[in-house]
């Protein structure tokens, strides 16, 4: 049987082939009904495995063609609402196989091999997500990561950015242009850590070229402490950003809670990339209006940049710590202390892309997926993108709606057979709450019950595989089978 939430997502997949489109909705439920094992144990039966190697394995499924109908998916749900933050960011998959390695994959350092995995996820203002809204797959197969540091740095000087791995950030907002365009009745503002600090990047034209489309808005934290544009004739004077926003007057103070990291590296000593533990910062906020001064670029001039500066910066950080500094460089107006207060909780929802990483990992497991081939890995992911923003999806909905019928999420017999296993009572008349059922659901896996903690993604996704085979058993031989639901 294929759940509900699975053929919804997979409705409008269109491979040139019916057979394909009609595949994708059973091999999605499957797996998201059980992602955290094997693709053969989570496939009911021989058959049923056989079937879905052989849908990954067809040239026409490709991580494009079966992450699209999930993306149109993600759209409508985007637009429902007034504000939409699309979120980008980047994270390794690693696929390394010390005794039979994958072919067709390309290197993520000297040591690991894999693909790096590029999202820009749709949220809510409050956190809620609302799926991948666009996505790409980077294969660094052309080894380079063996060519000597020096070269490497004069040679990316002499590329486009067209030609550069980072020029993903720029299609990341050319796509969010873009759908700020179809959806000109709600806000778009993109949003993207320090990596995403390319010039190209924040003089990128806001609205879709030849159109009167509404334009889209962004976010990008700093990392360098960009020369600004002045009238000095000789160009010896040039200020700084950093200094600039510093020596303006202090908007507010605030209270952040900063979580606790491990190191991504042994080598990196970013700051950004070091190990910390949980804490809070006590920072300070400043902003202000300047207009960037352009770098030389081989392949072409390009044009200085007016852009508001918003700083939450800790100025009395822990002793071995290093100080909370974001410098958030935005198209946002800064024009009152409202405004600015709204970008840095925008900012702070950026974070959310971290679970979803998390989820894709640590729940379904992606990295684990023994294929032989990447092409056949790459379209697997995709679906596993649809599986994990699933998960979230249920948690948050829990939080964010404690009141609203359950079976605005779960079917009958979901919350009827969990309902049963965990309360050994019968099922009530009147639907349970949400935030209830997802409580019930959290037990399954793990959770503990507290007045202080709600249920977090592990527990939920752990617990949503216990109710699909509740769900399952109810429907097959429980009252399910003679009840009509």
């Known amino acids: 049987m294929v759940a509900p939430w699975a053929a919804c997502e997979a409705s409008l997949a269109d491979f040139g082939d019916k057979r394909l489109n009609a595949r994708m909705p059973q091999v999605l439920s499957a797996l998201g009904n059980h992602p955290h094992i094997s693709i053969p144990a989570a496939c009911n039966g021989r058959a049923e495995m056989h079937a879905a190697y052989r849908f990954f394995d067809n040239d026409k499924v490709t991580f494009e063609t079966v992450l699209a109908p999930h993306a149109q998916k993600t759209v409508e749900r985007m637009r429902a609402q007034p504000v939409v933050l699309l979120i980008q960011d980047t994270t390794e998959i690693n696929l390394s196989r010390p005794t039979e390695p994958v072919v067709g994959v ?14 820009m996820q749709a949220y809510t203002v409050d956190g809620t997500p609302l799926g991948t809204a666009w996505a790409k797959n980077i294969n660094r197969t052309d080894g380079q990561l063996h060519v000597p540091q020096a070269r490497k740095k004069r040679d990316r000087k002499c590329k486009a950015i067209e030609e550069k791995e980072s020029f993903r950030w720029v299609q990341g907002l050319r796509t969010a242009r873009e759908l700020a365009g179809r959806l000109p009745q709600v806000q778009l503002v993109c949003i993207a850590d320090s990596e995403a600090d390319i010039y190209e990047c924040l003089a990128e034209t806001r609205i879709e070229p030849g159109t009167n489309a509404a334009p889209v808005d962004w976010i990008v934290r700093g990392c360098q402490n960009r020369a600004l544009a002045n009238d000095d004739a000789d160009g010896q004077n040039h200020k700084h950003l950093r200094e600039q926003v510093l020596g303006t007057k202090l908007l507010y ?16 000593r970013r700051a950004r990339n070091k190990a ?49 500094q974001w410098m958030l460089i935005t198209t946002l107006p800064i024009d009152t202390l409202c405004q600015v207060r709204t970008i840095v909780e925008y900012y702070c929802a950026r974070w959310n892309i971290e679970l979803l990483f998390k989820t894709l990992k640590s729940g379904c497991r992606v990295e684990e997926r023994r294929f032989e081939h990447v092409e056949r890995i790459l379209p697997c992911l ?76 592990q527990t939920i996704w752990v617990g949503l595989q216990r109710m699909y085979d509740l769900a399952w058993a109810w429907d097959s031989f429980g009252p399910g089978a003679t009840d009509g639901h």
């Open 106 to 119: 390309g290197d993520l350092n000297s040591t690991r091999q894999g693909v790096l995995l590029h999202v």
């Open 253 to 268: 103070t605030a209270t952040l809670k900063i979580r606790g990291r491990q190191a991504k590296t042994r080598i990196d």
């Open 276 to 324: 910390r533990e949980s804490r809070e910062a006590h920072v300070e906020v400043r902003a202000a209006t300047v207009t960037l001064r352009p770098p030389g670029r081989p392949d072409g001039d390009l044009p200085p940049v007016q852009v508001n500066v918003v700083l939450v910066h800790e100025p009395n950080p822990p002793a071995g710590e290093e100080p909370v």
């Open 382 to 457: 995709a679906m596993y993108l649809t599986v994990a923003w699933r998960t979230l999806f249920v948690c948050r909905m829990g939080r964010e709606f404690p009141d609203a019928d359950c079976e605005l999420v779960f079917e009958p017999s979901e919350w009827k057979a969990v309902w049963s296993a965990t309360t050994r009572s019968k099922p009530p008349r009147k639907r349970p709450r949400l935030s209830e059922m997802v409580h019930l659901i959290a037990q399954l896996g793990g959770y503990v019950e507290s007045k202080t903690n709600e249920p977090g993604s």
